[in-house]
């Protein structure tokens, strides 16, 4: 989470940064390129594709700021696909047909008639969130402070609208006949000059007065609406004044305790002090008694603990569905609710009867498609809080989504779940849930586990806008339940501790996989979230997170601290906020107030920190690190030797796997994982020695193995003898090896029309078995157009080239028949050539350079997230990408002694010129990792001035292996090659 890439300040503008300074002149006009005019639908969409191209080619496309950005065109482009809306903005910033965007008139940047239009508008949002939630209350204001910051309208322009409003006094109707008025807001001048100031204006500008025409109707029929809501408030509250004093007079006209009905009391006497004025019957409330009985708001969490209570109302909702459906319907409705809200209180057996009980009621819904639809709505509805994209899941939606998520796991697993229902609960899944690996034995709690897998990243708070940021780019406010969460962020604490609560919930039976839930969320936190600040909640969260934990003896949040101490991904400012919180609030044992780093600490003190948790805990002994790097040096060497010898395209692409595995072993030593470190050094040959066999390719060889003079000749000579023919079919099966082409085409032969069936038979077991050896499949190829149309035969070919064919009567079996074994063929030739080696090469390329590319570089099995399924391998050239930026991002922070071969700019520039030149996937990894390597040298030369020049030999050396390069396989080779010895100087320091 440290400072992104690149060289701008804290005060330039995305849009300027990605886009250009046109783009951040005025409007969404200028951000999408577009003219008023000449901006069809169709238009919009393609200038919304072209700046998002934009952006995606820019060095920067894998940062916040180019997200932020992406956001800010989608947003400009749903403004300028509303008809209205963009007839209000091209007057707001004096759009006209033909207009460039790139060009924004002077004189449009601060002209009274878009001031005027843009409060008229804001005066409109006024009036339709007044009527959309029922008066002047927290949700109107709420919402229209929203729409206003939408359109870029600050704070106080809404204050001044409101309070105009309210000072408004009510006007006389106009004559009729009259021309009609234009409706101005009423200004600190009163209204009479305003208008008069309107008026002359109109004058003068015929197109604001054509303006004023256009949009006259929704204003009279928005002052319409408001007489209309003024005076049946009026009505309503006159009825609610009634209704209080009647029930005030009754009560004290009602006998008091103790005292007998009777006559009403005399009035007292005039005289004294008690008769001074007349009773007084709505007496003013008291302060003490007010604060004293002010209801407070409920702890978010489960509020009912009754299981049974709630398994009672599902099983009465089940039996009341053949009653009245309707009502059983509501009873559900209602008690899944409750459900959804307190199931982390219930007992096993509680929770168990009550997944019981709404599954029965589906499963007696089936017969009626309305009821059941509703039932399921009932249990997926939550479960779009997780969907990716959504807002933060607010105060209350915690626990109902992770119920949501558990109780579709749950339905899926069901076998005889109606049709209607099972495609419901599969397209939520998958929509909420996308990377998850659907299991036949799953339950409930598999799905709860993926809901609080999937949460923590919806639930990190946006960073606040920069007070005078120069860009003029407010970051949009993320809705948390109707809650603005960059002026609000309580909400955002209290949904992180509702899901602090399902954790502890969820992990009752297994501790050990909740404590791994809130170490990768704190990762999560802290590598995605902003910094540590006053405006926002992060603070507040790394605490809460921290406090959570153990932090005990043998638990591992003492390891992971340890590597996040030295992990590049994560800041120092979050580091501050984790150990002050370590040292405060979770009271760890061996850890006192001298251990919590400072928010400006460089990479030399969070070493020394570090050492001091690892000696104060005693989780390993600091001599281990280096044996590791003895260990890894020495493997390195071994391979500089063996590099040397390669000479074909799987050879150099062999090495680049090799030399890429000694690199993340490498990054692991130096984040202080020396025991997992081993394990990757010990195997980095793992599965790359076959590429040794291969010289030359051997595309389009049949048959290179087998003994045709042998085992083909006797065949053939034993005739008709059916007992020989099979001894010698037994006898070849149990040989092995591979095939010739004419046993091949024998074998092939006698398996689709030998006789009798037992021969036959045999045939085709010898078929399969050599079923992936080209010669085996090439005889079968020539048996294809006079192949005998049978069932068998159907069975043999699909076995063997698996493929579905036609339907037998089909006239054209034989003609699939031929395709499917030239295909299958080709695809076996391909496979045992040079370019199928290529092909295995590459998956382990990527699946080094992920491992790589993972904060803080830990194996896949330690960091991923219970219940989640094992993701994809990422192409190498995404992940490089990411190593790329996370090393862009330390050489920006590092110090410079003046002695490094580049500086950051120049690696910036030639990287921009190679990926410029770049064509495909591979030219791309290339580009990628060539600046990779280069920022991996700056960042050495910084730390170690003194092997400056090292550093500088192996970027020399690097130079001119490129240029002697014949083949991009031996660019990449060198590269990486050029990164371990980089590596050696750092761990070593010294030369390779």
Request: hydrophobic share 45%.
């Amino acid at each position: 989470m440290s400072a992104g890439p690149g060289g701008s300040g804290p005060r330039s503008s995305p849009l300027a940064r990605f886009l250009g300074a046109a783009a951040a002149g005025r409007g969404p006009f200028a951000m999408l390129g577009v003219a008023f005019a000449d901006a069809p639908d169709d238009a919009v969409m393609a200038a919304l594709q072209r700046r998002l191209l934009m952006v995606d080619a820019h060095p920067e496309s894998m940062t916040p700021q180019a997200d932020e950005v992406r956001l800010a065109l989608h947003a400009a482009a749903a403004q300028l696909l509303d008809p209205k809306v963009r007839r209000v903005l091209a007057e707001r910033w004096g759009v006209r047909p033909g207009w460039h965007a790139g060009k924004v008139p002077a004189a449009a940047a601060g002209s009274e008639r878009g001031a005027l239009l843009a409060r008229m508008e804001l005066e409109r949002d006024a009036v339709l969130s007044l009527a959309m939630h029922g008066g002047w209350n927290s949700r109107a204001l709420r919402h229209l402070t929203m729409m206003a910051h939408s359109r870029g309208v600050p704070s106080a322009a809404v204050a001044e609208v409101l309070r105009g409003m309210a000072r408004r006094p009510a006007r006389a109707e106009r004559a009729e006949g009259a021309p009609p008025r234009p409706y101005v807001p009423a200004g600190r001048g009163g209204e009479d000059r305003v208008t008069t100031q309107l008026s002359a204006r109109l004058d003068e500008r015929a197109s604001l007065k054509s303006v004023m025409e256009t949009i006259a109707p929704d204003i009279e029929s928005e002052r319409l609406l408001r007489r209309v809501l003024i005076f049946g408030g009026v009505a309503v509250l006159a009825l609610a004044g009634a209704i209080g004093a009647v029930i005030v007079l009754t009560s004290l006209l009602a006998p008091r305790p103790g005292v007998a009905p009777g006559p009403v009391a005399a009035a007292p006497p005039t005289g004294g002090a008690s008769s001074s004025g007349p009773a007084e019957l709505f007496p003013a409330p008291d302060p003490e008694r007010k604060a004293a009985t002010k209801p407070t708001r409920p702890a978010p969490g489960p509020v009912v603990k009754d299981g049974p209570a709630i398994a009672r109302d599902l099983a009465a909702a089940v039996e009341g569905l053949d009653v009245d459906a309707a009502a059983a319907l509501q009873k559900f409705d209602a008690a899944a609710a409750a459900f959804s809200k307190d199931w982390g209180g219930y007992a096993d057996d509680q929770l168990r009867a009550a997944q019981d009980a709404v599954i029965e009621f589906i499963y007696r819904a089936a017969a009626r498609p309305e009821v059941l639809q509703r039932a399921v709505e009932a249990v997926r509805g939550p479960a779009r809080a997780l969907r990716p994209g959504s807002a933060v899941p607010g105060p209350g939606q915690v626990w109902s989504s992770a119920w949501s998520l558990g109780m579709l796991t749950r339905l899926e697993a069901e076998k005889d779940l109606p049709t209607a229902a099972r495609l419901d609960v599969q397209a939520e899944l998958q929509a909420s849930a996308p990377g998850r690996s659907a299991e036949a034995e799953a339950g409930f709690s598999d799905g709860v586990w993926v809901a609080i897998s999937l949460m923590p990243r919806l639930m990190i708070p946006p960073a606040r806008p920069v007070a005078g940021d120069g860009g003029g780019e407010a970051q949009a406010p993320a809705a948390v339940d109707g809650d603005d969460v960059t002026a609000r962020p309580g909400p955002v604490m209290e949904a992180w501790r509702e899901w602090a609560a399902v954790v502890k919930a969820a992990s009752a039976a297994n501790p050990q996989r909740g404590s791994r839930s809130l170490l990768v969320a704190l990762e999560t936190v802290m590598t995605m979230g902003p910094e540590p600040a006053a405006g926002n909640d992060i603070a507040e969260i790394i605490g809460l997170l921290t406090e959570r934990l153990g932090w005990r003896q043998d638990d591992e949040s003492r390891s992971w601290l340890v590597r996040w101490l030295s992990a590049p991904g994560v800041s120092s400012q979050d580091l501050h906020a984790l150990t002050e919180a370590l040292v405060s609030r979770a009271s760890a044992p061996g850890v006192d107030a001298t251990m919590v780093l400072a928010p400006t600490a460089g990479d030399g003190q969070r070493q020394e920190l570090r050492d001091r948790f690892a000696r104060a805990w005693a989780l390993a002994d600091l001599g281990d690190r280096a044996d590791a790097v003895a260990e890894w040096a020495k493997v390195c060497r071994e391979q500089f030797a063996a590099a040397e010898r390669a000479s074909t395209l799987s050879g150099h692409l062999s090495g680049t796997v090799v030399f890429s595995r000694l690199n993340q072993a490498a990054q692991m030593i130096w984040l202080g994982e020396a025991g997992a470190a081993r394990g990757v050094v010990e195997g980095a040959t793992d599965g790359v020695d076959l590429a040794g066999e291969i010289e030359t390719p051997r595309e389009g060889r049949l048959g290179e193995g087998g003994d045709d003079a042998g085992w083909a000749v006797k065949y053939i000579q034993v005739d008709r003898n059916i007992p020989d023919r099979l001894a010698l079919l037994t006898a070849r099966a149990q040989g092995g090896g591979s095939v010739g082409l004419v046993e091949g085409a024998l074998i092939a032969s006698e398996a689709v029309r030998g006789a009798p069936e037992s021969v036959r038979r045999s045939a085709r077991d010898l078929v399969r078995r050599f079923a992936s050896d080209p010669a085996m499949i090439n005889g079968l190829l020539e048996e294809a157009s006079t192949i005998p149309i049978t069932t068998d035969n159907a069975q043999l070919i699909r076995s063997v080239a698996s493929v579905n064919l036609p339907s037998l009567s089909d006239p054209y079996w034989r003609e699939a028949v031929r395709r499917a074994l030239v295909e299958r063929l080709l695809e076996t030739l391909a496979a045992q050539g040079e370019l199928g080696v290529i092909d295995r090469l590459t998956e382990l390329l990527s699946e080094s350079y992920q491992e790589r590319a993972r904060e803080g570089s830990a194996p896949a099995s330690t960091t991923a997230a219970p219940g989640a399924s094992k993701s994809p391998v990422a192409s190498a050239d995404e992940s490089v990408r990411v190593l790329r930026l996370r090393w862009q991002a330390s050489a920006s922070a590092a110090i410079p002694s003046g002695r490094e071969p580049f500086s950051p700019d120049q690696i910036v520039r030639r990287y921009a010129a190679r990926a410029a030149l770049a064509d495909g996937m591979v030219q791309r990894f290339a580009a990628d990792q060539a600046a990779l390597c280069e920022y991996v040298a700056y960042v050495v030369a910084t730390e170690q001035p003194a092997q400056a020049e090292a550093v500088g030999d192996v970027l020399t050396r690097l130079g001119e292996a490129r240029r002697k390069a014949r083949t991009i396989m031996e660019q990449t080779h060198a590269v990486e090659r050029a990164m371990t010895e980089l590596w050696l100087i750092r761990l070593e320091g010294g030369a390779a």
